[in-house]
């Protein structure tokens, strides 16, 4: 158990920036995600963490220890593939044990630890299989249990879930957080599933092409995306970014087939970050937004362009110009196909980027 | 009418696939039909008279019988010597990313098949006369493992590289030291790709003539590829009952050790690697 630090951490393998100076730092106990595009470096950071990889610059501590040039042996770490890795000659049994056997524990004492660990994962009657011979949810759970049979510093997964299906990854989800929770190992988890990450971790960090963009709480996260990236990467359907320009003087957004939004109490905030004629980018997420009955300051004229109910709630995409919103709406009678509608911009939640990309306000 | 030329090309296909089993089965029937049969004769039939005989006779050569138990000793030596440094090489040569390696291995290929070829012989001999290793085994297995060496890691490499390479990165994360992880997880995983180059190696040793004839004087040690001449008239003619006997007496351990191999550990894969 320990804090985990990653100073100025940066990999490159040949032309390719994998890591780009990656300054992190990960408390004691912490369930982190890491959360990116594919390719977005990752996995290449977990392996620096590992060990696996030799970082070509920057410096790796877990607790006090600086483990930069120790081999992944040293490291005291345990991680879990995205393949498993479950040895195929070996019975889940000797899978398990290994951490353990290299240790030269006594035989006894491996399989007393093993049968423990596997009575609380449930895999307990599987021992003596192969992993050839098992689901894809028991492989998973075999590759986790021979993560916890020894107490490592810290956990690192790489997407373990997404071999599996929809109600097994549910599964699995509840079950990872809780035993994280019960154990209180500092644990990286990677993932490329938003979803997962706001479910699981106390903290995200939003990654994309080497860099690391945002760091934060989900929540944090949800509510206040430092950029547009972090903010249609995160949330299904993700946030709407709306393109307006600023209109100082009537303190309005105008769009670009010329239809107004009031900002009202925040025009003077507005004032103070932009220009007067400046583009930006208005950022709602889908379930603040609303139906209105008619015409009103904040509302915008659409064309309804689908509907998908989803049973809590109703998925309605509709048309402005062209662009096309998501809204999520939990009503009885949604709007029917091409239907000309009000939607209603709450602009107390509205967030606003700066042309570029950055949250202004 | 069509139903006709079906059957017609159908005896014709039986017929041509009987004709090329028949082609490569009579040489086996052979060797398992002469050694019981009394008159020395090329034709495959039934013993007439039947007898055990010729294995009495073959079995008094004391010569002959040293000589099996040497072919074991050289064939068994540089099997293991073979399969475990090219195991070891080609897993190094692989996991390294050595540069030209293919260029490397081609060259060495083409050499190697040199060293245990005829041209070689002279500067071998003279070789391993300076070392003092003429007549004696090590000598005959070092130079056959010279030869079968390049080939062995080829082949070897292709199964190294078909292994993934979270296996490994698995062990070492979960603290197994690089000896501790090609012991449990390598090796074990390359165990078929071993079988193969260990069963190939013992038939190459198993069968050739040329190098233990020339680096080996004491008749003591020669293998039984040189020692199936002493069932052979002064004239130089095989005696057939003799040598059909010897002949099936020095087939048996080859075909041991593939059944033992294919029942102990089978010529596949371990399931459930997923990728
Ligand atoms: N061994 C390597 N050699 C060369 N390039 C590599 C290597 N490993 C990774 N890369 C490159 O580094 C970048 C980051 O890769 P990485 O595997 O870390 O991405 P990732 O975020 O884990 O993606 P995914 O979600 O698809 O697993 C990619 O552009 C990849 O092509
Ligand atoms: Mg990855």
Known sequence: MARIRLEELRKTFGPVVAVDDLTLSIEDGEFFALLGPSGCGKTTTLRLVAGLERPTHGRIFIGEREVTDLPPQARDVAMVFQDYALYPHMTVMENIGYPLRVRRYPRAEIERRVREVAEVLQIADLLDRRPGQLSGGQQQRAAVARALVYQPQAFLFDEPLSNLDAKLRLEARSFLKHLQKSLGITTIYVTHDQAEAMALADRIGVMDRGRLLQVGTPLEIYRRPRNTFVATFIGSPPMNLIRCRFHSAEAVLALEDGQAIALGERGEALRRAFRDGEPLWLGVRPEHLSLAEGPGPTHLSARVYAVEPLGVETLVTVQINNERIALRLSMDEPPVLREQVWVRVPMERALFFRENGELAL | ?275
Do not use: H
């Not at chain 2, 030869?147 to 890691?153: D, M, Q, R, S, V």
């Open chain 2, 1 to 275: 009418m069509s139903a006709f030329r079906m059957i017609l090309s159908r005896l014709a296909f039986s017929i041509f696939t009987t004709l090329c089993g028949a082609f490569f089965a009579l040489p086996m029937l052979w060797l398992l039909l002469a050694p019981f049969n009394a008159r020395g004769t090329l034709a495959v039939e039934i013993p007439r008279p039947f007898t055990l005989e010729n294995f009495e006779r073959v079995f008094a050569n004391t010569f002959a019988m040293r000589a099996l138990l040497n072919s074991l000793i050289l064939a068994g030596g540089t099997m293991i010597t073979v399969t475990l440094v090219a195991t070891l090489a080609a897993y190094a040569l692989s996991r390294a990313e050595v540069p030209y390696y293919d260029l490397l291995t081609y060259g060495l290929i083409l050499f190697s098949s040199v060293v245990t070829g005829t041209a070689a012989m002279v500067p071998i001999f003279l070789l391993a006369n300076a070392l003092g290793l003429v007549d004696t085994y090590l000598g005959v297995i070092m130079v056959f493992t010279g030869g079968l060496l390049p080939t062995a890691i080829f082949i070897l490499r292709d199964f190294v590289e078909g292994l993934p390479r979270s296996y490994e990165e698995s062990a070492m994360v979960s603290g197994a030291s690089p000896w501790q992880m090609v012991r449990d997880v390598v090796m074990p995983l390359l165990r078929p790709g071993m079988m193969v180059v260990g069963i190939w190696t013992f038939v190459q040793v198993w069968g050739a003539f040329l190098v233990p004839f020339v680096l080996l004087r004491t008749p003591e040690r020669m293998p039984a590829a040189i020692a199936i001449y002493s069932f052979y008239t002064e004239a130089g003619t095989p005696i057939l009952t003799l040598t059909s006997a010897y002949a099936l007496l020095y087939a048996i351990p080859v075909l041991a050790l593939y059944l033992f191999v294919n029942a102990r550990y089978g010529f596949r894969f371990f399931g459930g690697i997923k990728r």
